[in-house]
């Protein structure tokens, strides 16, 4: 595709990077992009794996600790220090209102944001609910077992898995990426690994990034290559 087509449609502040980074080289860029699609695309299984069972273990500790499935209308209540959760918790339950549904656990849970229950591992909810969510990672090896370990591989997930759903590259850094991913991967096993062996066979990245990490290294045999690492 031509440069002047690229610029149209797909901006020329959001390509300017790639065409940097391909030392203007049209072609390149193009490939550069097309590769950052792909493996945005191959993270995908992870990252929805890792959302969707790091939220639901979650609950199902809240639910024991606040003594029901509806602990999103307890919480603040129950535990004032927890109450700069509720404007989220709020946000959730009107959007399931607004949308002419019938508010139940799993529909706040699955509204909740990624952002949300990463804040859940802030330091300054550790006192009041660290102990009952570090049993959501019933396979966290005893010497990880701190919160702010959970935390960390939480946040990089949610750094990697808004970047990736918002379409912003991730392509720059693949030795991070692959670190990221690794950090994805290690977070289900934590809760359960035979989620991590089921998930397998669908995930792609693995892959994805040995034919990204060749491409590349064919074009920086070539005079004047520079693609980056």
């Known amino acids: 595709m031509e440069k002047k087509h690229m610029e149209r449609l797909f ?4 390509l300017a990077r790639f065409y940097h980074a391909a030392g203007q080289d049209a072609s390149e860029a193009a490939a550069l992009y097309a590769g950052n ?32 499935p509806d602990w999103y209308q307890v919480l603040s209540q129950r535990e004032p220090t927890l109450v700069g959760l509720q404007s989220s918790l709020t946000k959730a339950e009107e959007y399931i209102i607004d949308r002419g549904e019938t508010l139940s656990a799993d529909k706040v849970v699955a509204e909740l944001t990624f952002g949300f229950w990463s804040s859940l591992f802030n330091a300054a909810y550790e006192l009041v609910l660290w102990k009952q969510l570090r049993l959501a990672f019933p ?3 005893k010497q990880d077992r701190q919160r702010s370990t959970v935390s ?15 379409n912003e590259p991730v392509c720059w850094k693949l030795r991070t990426l692959e670190q990221q991913h690794a950090q994805t991967i290690q977070l289900i096993g934590w809760i359960e690994p035979q989620v991590v062996a089921w998930l397998q066979p669908l995930d792609r990245f693995s892959a994805v990034l040995q034919t990204e990490k060749q491409r590349r ?12 690492q």
């Open 37 to 68: 699609i792909l493996l945005s695309e191959s993270l995908y299984p992870s990252l929805a794996v890792a959302e969707v069972v790091l939220r639901n273990a979650v609950h199902r500790q809240l639910s024991y600790l606040f003594q029901t």
């Open 139 to 141: 396979h966290l090896p």
């Open 152 to 166: 960390v591989a939480i946040n990089t997930v949610r750094y990697l898995r808004n970047r990736v759903y918002h």
């Open 217 to 228: 290294a064919r074009y920086q045999a070539k005079p004047s290559g520079q693609a980056p």
């Open 11 to 14: 901006s020329a502040g959001r």
